[in-house]
């Protein structure tokens, strides 16, 4: 720590306690790094505020110091955005404390709450009043609202609800020189200028922090039908989507799409999990598709065996099974969800998250596959996602653990294929994840000129000195 530090630590020490400013490297340490570990930096302190008030003086403090300021919440992110730089200069701000429910309107559907509020904790709040909060993402239980938001979280209910930010109807903001706007507004219509809420969400914490928020919640679904497909191919899959999308647009909340050689390295690796659903290495691609019913009626579910029914005499599917029990339907996605263990148990991973025009996912596979084979052999392509989004995880596997190190090595060569690929079909070499510190030279590459100017002076307008998490995104 330098001598100029101390007096910044002391006034921090003064807004929140000296024992919410930690320095101590055996208290710091988690604050820099990511869930994973992937991403590792060093910080002067990290700080935890209890109010909105507190962010505001710490943010003041902080840029009348000339320091940097890392928002953070649940370091779930995948992008290394919430991780400081190995400067040890900066403060980490965790709004981890800000984890209160302000209110809950039953009438309008919504929620106000503290933006540090895990998202399960927000979630289970509005189940209490039969409410969902339809942000569906693994890490729920760490993420806080104010990542959620600050990456504009996707997951696997985007195909019915949208992404974070068609959820998000106000928000609080706290600036880089400490000036709060408070746009905690529950409005649906609201055309009042411009929508600033909405510079703010999936900033990445580089505008300013989110201190609070009002999400639109929906109701809660009275029944879930689930199915798990072999699938003939991926033009079969688009196909089923298609019919299932307009017979049943308000109830389809998921329909994800799982490769031949993605199924196969879940059998080999969770043979236990493949054989609950009679899957083996050769099954080919599946799809797992969820509709939840506002009734709690039978009757949908008919209507959907009818169409799985007319999707087999179609051949587009081989196969259809129907969860008869949440034990079941539970089966099903801890199969989808092992896709990450087994690709760890299968040595080094590179990992992708692309989207294109869900019309041209067949030639994203089929081109982008060329494309990384002409780079090497050695990388298999391990392809899953949501398919109703347009969304695919393009990663790739080494063919033994015992080349893992060459995978790595090819690593940058191989993800400049696939997003050349990405780029000639119109799409995002992010779909979900973000641009955090591990993305930033990608998107100058490919946001290239007025996009990125653009981008650029909206950061310099609101922080001209570069202090609110720098090195991210632009
Ligand atoms: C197992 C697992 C599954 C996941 N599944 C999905 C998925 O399906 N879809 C998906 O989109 N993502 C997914 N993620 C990524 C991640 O969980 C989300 O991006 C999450 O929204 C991040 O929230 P967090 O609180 O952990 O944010 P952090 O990791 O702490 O921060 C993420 C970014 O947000 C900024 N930030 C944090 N808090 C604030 C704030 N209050 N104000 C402003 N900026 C802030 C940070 O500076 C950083 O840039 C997954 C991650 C894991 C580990």
């Known amino acids: 720590m330098t001598l ?10 003064a807004v929140v306690g000296t024992d919410r400013v930690l320095t101590d490297p055996a208290d710091l340490t988690p604050y820099e790094t990511d869930w994973r570990g992937h991403f590792k930096g060093k910080a002067l302190c990290a700080v935890l505020p209890g109010s909105t008030a507190e962010v505001a003086e710490i943010v003041r403090l902080c840029a009348e110091a000339g320091v940097a300021v890392i928002p953070q919440g649940g370091r779930t992110g995948l992008v290394g955005g919430g991780v400081p730089n190995d400067a040890g200069t900066a403060v980490v701000l965790n709004l981890a404390r800000m984890n209160k429910v302000r209110s809950l309107d039953p009438m309008a559907m919504t929620i106000a709450v503290d933006a540090g509020i895990t998202l399960a904790a927000a979630r289970q709040h509005a189940a209490t009043a039969q409410l969902n909060l339809p942000i569906l993402i ?38 880089p020189d400490g000036r709060i706007w408070n746009g905690m507004r529950a409005l649906t219509k609201d055309n009042t200028g411009y929508a600033l809420r909405h510079l703010f969400i999936g900033s990445e914490g580089t505008l300013g922090i989110v201190t609070g928020a009002v999400l639109q919640l929906a109701p809660e679904p ?31 909340v998921a329909f ?14 969770r043979p236990e999990l493949a054989s609950t659903l009679s899957v083996t290495t050769e099954t080919g691609d ?16 008919a209507a959907i065996e009818t169409d799985l ?17 949440e034990t079941q339907r539970k089966a099903m996605w801890a199969f989808r969800e ?20 869900v019309a041209r996912i067949p030639d994203l596979l089929s081109e982008a596959t060329a494309a990384v084979a002409a780079v090497t052999p050695v990388a298999q392509p391990i392809c899953y996602g949501h398919l109703g989004d347009g969304n695919i995880h393009f990663n790739f596997s080494p063919a033994t653990p015992e080349i893992s190190g060459e995978l790595r090595t090819l690593e940058p060569a191989i993800v400049a294929a ?51 998490n720098p090195g991210k995104v632009v």
């Open 309 to 325: 029914g007319n999707a087999f005499e179609h051949g587009w599917i081989t196969d259809a099974l129907i969860a008869s029990s």
């Open 4 to 13: 100029a530090a101390e007096p910044l630590l002391t006034a921090l020490a």
């Open 256 to 269: 994800e799409y799982i490769s031949a050689a993605t199924v196969a390295l879940i059998a080999k690796y």
């Open 138 to 175: 693994g890490s729920e239980g760490s993420a806080q609202i104010g990542g959620v938001i600050g990456t504009n979280a996707g997951g696997s209910n985007v195909l019915r609800y949208g992404m974070t930010r068609n959820l998000v109807m106000g928000l609080e903001v706290v600036l």
């Open 338 to 357: 092992a896709i990450s263990f087994a690709q760890n148990d299968a040595g080094y991973s590179v990992k992708n998250d692309v989207s294109v025009p």
């Open 286 to 301: 599946c799809l797992l598709i969820e509709f939840a019913h506002m009734r709690a009626s039978e009757e949908a579910d």
């Open 222 to 252: 009275q029944r879930t039908t689930t199915a798990f497909c072999p699938v003939v191919d991926i033009s079969s899959a688009l196909s089923l989507l298609d019919s299932l999308r307009r017979a049943h647009f308000d109830a389809l």
């Open 418 to 468: 696939l997003n050349g690929v990405v780029q000639s079909l119109d799409g995002s070499f992010s779909a979900e994840h973000g641009i955090g510190q591990a993305k930033v030279e990608t998107l100058a590459k490919f946001r290239a000129g007025m996009e990125l100017e653009l981008m650029r002076a909206i950061k310099t307008l609101l922080d001209p000195d570069n202090r609110m």
